[in-house]
Structure formats: C-alpha cells, structure tokens
Nanobody, 112 residues
Framework: VQLQESGPGLVKPSQTLSLTCTVS??????????YNWVRQPPGKGLEWMGA???????DCSPSLKGRFTISRDNAKNTVYLQMNSLKPEDTAVYYC?????WGQGILVTVSS
C-alpha cells in the first residue's frame, strides 16, 4: 500500500483545511485497518488526530473534537481530512497512515 497526501501548503488563520490521502496498491475497501491522520508540528512529536475504519466509523482526538472530520471514499480509494478554524499552532506536517504504511507527509503552514 502506498499513501500520498495532497492539499494546500498555506492556509490563513480561521480558514478550513482540506487534505486528501490517495491510496494505491490495493482497494481500501478490502483493508480492514484504520486509516489515520497524524501530524507533527515543527520541533514536536507526532500527534494522532483521528481515524476511520472500513465501515466508515470514525474516532477523533478529544483535543480536536468539533474542528476535525475524517472520512473515506472507497470508490475513489481516498481518505479525507477536514479541519476548520485553523490557528497558527496547527502548522505541521500532516501524514496519512494505515498499518505500517505512511505517506511522505505534507507541510501545512497556517499564516496570514
């Protein structure tokens, strides 16, 4: 399985971030692992944001509840992240992950 994150590299504060994780190497509908979004702010450790399972059931970090949405489209072999009310402290490299597979990450900077 290969994962590739895509989306904007620069977002203004208070705006909404939308990221896409495109999965190749097999249909995600047959992978029963949790697809996760994980981020790493500059100089800090990895932070788990949320996950979606094969049935579409989601889980989210309590610190992000109300701001974060994760979803998947099995037909498009894609997993999505949406996060609103962005703040400068949301600046981070955002990763998509399933099992032992990780995308290369995408740097998102929140700045006016």
């Amino acid at each position: 399985v290969q994962l590739q994150e895509s989306g904007p590299g620069l977002v203004k504060p208070s705006q909404t971030l939308s990221l896409t994780c495109t999965v190749s190497g097999g249909p995600i509908s047959t992978n029963y692992g949790y697809y996760n979004w994980v981020r790493q702010p500059p100089g800090k450790g990895l932070e788990w944001m949320g996950a979606v399972d094969n049935s579409g059931r989601t889980d989210c970090s309590p610190s992000l509840k109300g701001r974060f949405t994760i979803s998947r489209d099995n037909a498009k072999n894609t997993v999505y992240l949406q996060m609103n009310s962005l703040k400068p402290e949301d600046t981070a490299v955002y990763y998509c992950n399933v099992d032992a597979a990780w995308g290369q990450g995408i740097l998102v900077t929140v700045s006016s």
